[in-house]
């Protein structure tokens, strides 16, 4: 018995269909065309930390952040630092959310965001090569294009504005962290918010 | 007495608040409100030093769910905060059975169409008999069907405290009927989680397992322990195997996995809960 259950174990402790993120391993990489129609790739940024910052602009806990201009903030901030801050749109044509370039660049106007780039993923490859479930789902990788923190964007999961204050904002933590030489501390964080708008696969 | 009880026969004071759900991104007072909540009682009155159940009661509008304890890939669990007078006590959730929801390829666990989410409340032993004892909730949830809602309400209920045993609310009566069925069953099974690294094998047995069926699922309580994705379940021998793959958020190993092992064949849904201790590193002897 005892080796038939090693068996069923060893069989399904197989490669799964693509390799997941894992924060300490290089993170995935990708190319993808902003609102402007500028290509990016994880290679143009080689020595400077990136932040990737999934987003859906109908998404009530998206809403709760850039509503309290947590996320503008976090992206000036990051901004000063020299972080390069991406914004990742994944959601597929006819879907909640989906962005054509110039609907997200009238949305970053209203709203005031401050990420370098709004990057557009309507076939989700790149949101599929993260894994990214839901928005916000934030991702942070060092200059040596390794990950360092993936997951939600505060320690507080609720729908509530009020809540941001009260909340440890795991990404300028972890920015703090990498910028002074020291290990993230908190280098994962179970992501929340509503589901990536996926198209079918 | 904060409330003198004057003479009406008991079912008149017990007042039902029905509250409706305040999007918190909708200005719109005729804005779209996915779910109703109310707070309902199942007996007429509260007895002095017992224990009351009372329940939330959440509507879901076709095709939208709110979220269970662990709410999966995404979503948030429904929350409960009360406000009692002094001595009284609410007591958590006692989560009916979940249900699992596929959405473009991810994996949610809660709930639709009507639940009801029992609390077992105290009441202290001097609540004097002739007064009434006013219960508010503050219910949140997150109500999805693809899109999200997130939404709030402030639930009350007055009941009196009654000197002898009160009668069952006969328009709650079904709903608590329900409810009842569809909690989990402590299960008497013996079992052991063991973590392989990529994939945690959760092995079961002992009497009453369930019968091998494509309607079979299991939840884990814990959060960030097992990936969401449904889980592989089959017999091996008198025992049931439990795999799935490990959460990519793992950070810890809880010291025993709750888990809640679900059946849709039969007229209801039924679900069974068992603890299990967690080992990392080896499979099990047996």
């Not at chain 1, 780039?117 to 090569?129: Q, S, V």
């Not at chain 2, 219960?135 to 009196?160: D, M, Y």
């Amino acid at each position: 018995m005892k080796s038939m259950f090693l068996f069923a174990l060893s069989c399904t402790v197989a490669t799964p269909l693509w390799a997941k993120p894992v924060v300490g391993a290089p993170a995935p990489a990708f190319s993808v065309v902003d609102s402007h129609g500028r290509t990016h790739t994880l290679a143009d940024y080689k020595g400077r930390t990136v932040v990737l910052e999934w987003s859906n602009p109908d998404c009530p806990f998206v809403r709760k952040h850039y509503g309290a201009g947590n996320l503008q903030k976090q992206q000036a901030d990051a901004a000063a630092q020299g972080v390069v801050w991406l914004t990742i749109n994944s959601g597929a044509p006819g879907k909640q959310g989906h962005f054509d370039a110039a609907g997200a660049n009238a949305w970053i106007a209203r709203v005031g965001g401050k990420a370098n780039a709004y990057l557009l993923d309507p076939d989700g490859r790149m949101g599929h090569a993260y894994d990214a479930k839901t928005t916000p789902h934030l991702y942070v990788i060092d200059g040596h294009g390794v990950l360092r923190y993936m997951g939600g964007i505060d320690s507080i999961q609720s729908a509530d504005a009020d809540d941001v204050a009260k909340a440890t904002q795991y990404v300028p933590l972890a920015l703090a962290e990498l910028a002074a030489g020291k290990p993230v501390s908190v280098p994962t964080s179970e992501p929340y918010g509503c589901s990536v708008k996926y198209g079918a696969p | 007495m904060r409330f003198p009880y004057t003479f009406p026969p008991l079912f008149h004071r017990a007042v039902f608040a029905l509250a409706y759900a305040s999007p918190a991104c909708a200005a719109d007072e005729t804005a779209f409100e996915p779910v109703r909540a109310e707070l309902v009682a199942e007996h007429v009155a509260l007895v002095p030093g017992g224990t009351s159940s009372l329940g939330v009661h959440l509507r879901h509008a076709p095709h939208w769910h709110s979220y269970w304890i662990n709410p999966g890939d995404s979503g948030l669990p429904t929350t409960l905060a009360w406000s009692l007078p002094a001595g009284y006590t609410a007591g958590e959730v006692e989560w009916p059975v979940p249900k699992r929801f596929d959405v473009g390829g991810l994996h949610n666990i809660g709930y639709e169409g009507d639940v009801l989410l029992p609390v077992a409340l105290k009441v202290p032993a001097d609540a004097v008999a002739g007064s009434n004892a006013p219960l508010a909730v503050t219910v949140k949830w997150l109500a999805c069907r693809e899109e999200c809602i997130p939404g709030k309400a402030t639930l009350s209920l007055e009941l009196p405290v009654a000197r002898e045993m009160p009668r069952p609310d006969a328009r709650v009566a079904a709903a608590f009927t329900t409810a009842r069925l569809a909690q989990p069953q402590a299960s008497a099974w013996s079992g052991s989680a063991h973590d392989g690294g990529a994939r945690i094998a959760v092995r079961l047995a002992g009497a009453g397992l369930p019968s091998m069926s494509a309607r079979l699922d299991a939840f884990v309580v814990q959060r960030k322990v097992v990936g969401n994705a449904p889980p592989s379940i089959r017999r091996d021998g008198d025992a049931l195997l439990i795999e799935a793959a490990r959460s990519e958020y793992f950070t810890r190993a809880p010291v025993d996995l709750d888990l809640v092992v679900t059946t849709t064949d039969g007229p209801a849904p039924r679900g069974w809960h068992v603890r299990v201790p967690y080992a990392a590193g080896t499979a099990p002897a047996n």
